[in-house]
């Protein structure tokens, strides 16, 4: 995975570092000491809405946090769109409304009340029959002083379909309140049921008006300094790319996206922008922020394995390695070296490998000091050998060893 220079990172890289905690050998099947799952690793936020959220539960699992929203919400009292929506179901209220989000659900309302136009709506939808895609939905929609029809259990946007595909909507007006993004395969489908569709835009997505941090992420990534992005709706994956693609960007960081940083996303529906170009995503079973969390908590630990090196327990991290659970961080490019090594843990990497992974401006001294300065970082110079005149190796314990050429 990817290193990103952080305050901790000036460990190990150069003679004024400071000397390691003394190193204690650790006993294979002796319990590991605690350490924060998502220590070591550099996790992006994109999220506009609820960020702070976010990024306060991922520093409590440890992570550094990089926040920069790919969008802005604009203010639902400026949105005409939504205004004239809203007047049109007044002059001729819905048979059905389909209420997504709650957060959505309430700001329709609380924008009304700007325009003065909340009680004739909600008139208006007292003869509606009302479906919430979720309980945050159905909450909202109590919470006006009206009551649902019905919810499914799943929260899925697919299952509201069924349900109202079987009840029948043919010669139906039906209000689909949006949710920060078109439902083009929801509304199509009760189209070609038979049902007049109104598309109702609670609020819309754009550009941040300071483009600078996003500018700053997206180079970030392609430049291998963020182990996972998190993705909190598909406006804001959607936005992430195309400002990419508006910097000449798009193709490196969606193979930054494929190959290094973890695409970790809320739901399938957010993932859909980044599964059009075929980034691999992930998410949890429930669409919730502190699900991703935990997932990702899990998740991003479990793409690093074991390795028994020298009677330690070795992990490899964003920004820092693992040494029988205490986080040692380690400089960018010395991670390189590491990562070098770790590719065929206990075969022999010759010089040449290792001065390549340290770029073009490195000399054939540059390998043995990144070797002495990642030996002081990890705590324990016996981790990495040295094989005479063949180059270096971790020193993979006793029956751990793999034979040269696997």
Known sequence: MSATPSPLSAAGTGAEDPAPAPARPHTRGEPAATVAPLAGFTVAVTAARRADELAAMLRRKGAEVVCAPALRIVPLSDDQRLAAASRELIRRPADV????????????????????????????????????????????????????????????????????????????????????????????????????????????????????????????????????????????????????????????????????????CVGPVTARPLMAYDVPTVWPGRARIGALVKRLAEELPGRFPSLPVAGHRLRLRGHAALVDGTVRPVSPALMRVLRELARRPGQVRDRADLLASLGGDADAHAVETAVARLRTALGDPKIIQTVVKRGYRLALDSGDCLPEGD
């Not at 008139?123 to 159905?138: E, I, Q, V, Y």
């Not at 069924?162 to 489908?189: I, K, M, N, S, W």
């Not at 109702?200 to 700053?216: E, I, K, M, N």
């Open 97 to 264: 409304v389909v209420a997504t989000t709650g957060i959505g659900f309430r700001g329709w309302v609380e924008a009304c009340e700007t325009w003065g136009t909340a009680e004739p709506l909600l008139a208006a939808m007292h003869n509606s029959r009302l479906l919430a895609r979720g309980p945050k939905a159905k909450g909202a929609i109590r919470a006006a002083g009206l009551t649902e029809e019905w919810s499914p259990p799943s929260e899925s946007s697919a299952e509201v379909l069924d349900y109202l595909l079987a009840t029948g909507v043919e010669g139906l007006r039906v209000a689909v309140q949006l949710h920060g993004e078109p439902l083009p395969d929801f509304c199509a489908a009760l189209r070609l049921a038979g049902a007049e569709v109104v598309e109702v835009p609670v609020y819309r997505w754009t550009l941040p008006d300071d483009v600078a941090a996003l500018d700053r992420l997206i180079e970030d990534i392609t430049g291998g300094g963020v182990d996972a992005v998190t993705f909190t709706s598909a406006p804001a994956a959607a936005g992430l790319l195309d400002r990419a693609e508006a910097v000449g960007m798009r193709a490196p960081l969606v193979r930054a996206l494929t190959r290094d940083a973890l695409a970790m």
